[in-house]
């Protein structure tokens, strides 16, 4: 699913074209092949490891599906630790392992340790999760045995600056961030929100909010969905220009320079980390 070294601006909708949506086929261990609603995959590559992001939709046509739009699936994240964001609709989980149960709607931030058995009970009549799959070539010491439900809306009591050292450039501050995740099964996997804005630190932001930042993704490959706001991401070596809005998915590449440009007055980001190499 990934091809090594390969450096990109990655960029989707949530809405892509009917073309770009194929039925979603995995090998589920138990179970064997399963074929569950549709996915458009947004990003295909990172520079390490095994890393994905699109996508995924069911309703009433979708393979798997009641005629109803419901619909019931066993799946266990075969392919890698993901981290999931609801759009539309709403569904409980249950870990068999366990007995938990979760139910999520719009808004839902679900992280899925690799291996861990969910059923999802999709409720009618639509479905759309925005997703992020990660497999690094080495695992990791305690990787997460559990599912972990956030949301976008969560407001701790405490957000963290983001200082960061860009190698031309020094040291930068770029809004704040809280962490959702601070390992995975493999490799080195971070997942949190973000945001910058109006009263929100920044090395560069204006009194309208707008905060610039030259970025080359020194902890990891970037995959973003983009929660509010606009966002201009531009390539310094090729100048070539990229626009997202709320609702996008964005890939940046670890060790790609860019400017990012969060518009004012405000922008916020789910935000997944990840590289072969072990955090320490």
């Not at 068999?96 to 058995?117: A, D, F």
Request: proline share 7%.
């Amino acid at each position: 699913m990934s091809v090594v070294n390969e450096t990109a601006v990655y960029g989707g909708t949530p809405n892509p074209p009917p073309e770009k949506w194929t039925p979603f086929e995995w090998e589920e261990p138990r179970l064997g092949k399963q074929v569950h609603g549709e996915i458009a995959v947004v990003r295909t590559a990172g520079t390490t490891g095994s890393l994905s992001s699109g996508f995924w939709r069911t309703g009433p046509t979708s393979s798997g599906a009641a005629s109803d739009g419901s619909h019931e699936l066993i799946y266990s994240s075969p392919l890698g630790d993901e981290t999931a964001c609801v759009i539309d609709g709403t569904a409980t989980l249950t870990v068999p392992s366990t007995g938990k149960q979760y139910t999520i709607g719009p808004g839902s931030i679900v992280s899925s340790p690799k291996g861990l058995e969910v059923h999802w009970a999709i409720q009618r009549p639509y479905f759309k999760k925005y997703w992020v799959i990660w497999n690094g070539k080495d695992a990791t010491a305690n990787p997460p045995t559990d599912l972990l439900i956030s949301n976008v809306n969560d407001n701790p009591s405490k957000w963290e600056e983001y200082h960061f050292t860009e190698p031309k450039e020094g040291p930068q501050v770029a809004g704040e961030l809280y962490f959702i995740r601070t390992g995975g099964s493999t490799g080195t996997m971070l997942s949190g929100v973000w945001r910058s804005g109006k009263g929100i630190a920044g090395t560069n932001v204006d009194e309208e909010g707008t905060l610039v930042t030259p970025y080359t993704g020194v902890l990891g490959d970037e995959t973003i969905l983009l929660l509010e706001g606009e966002v201009e991401v531009v390539e310094t070596e090729s100048g070539k220009k990229h626009f997202f809005r709320a609702g996008d998915a964005i890939g940046l590449s670890s060790g790609m320079h860019i400017t990012w440009t969060s518009k004012g007055p405000f922008t916020k980001k789910l935000w997944v980390i990840t590289r072969d190499v072990v955090s320490a």
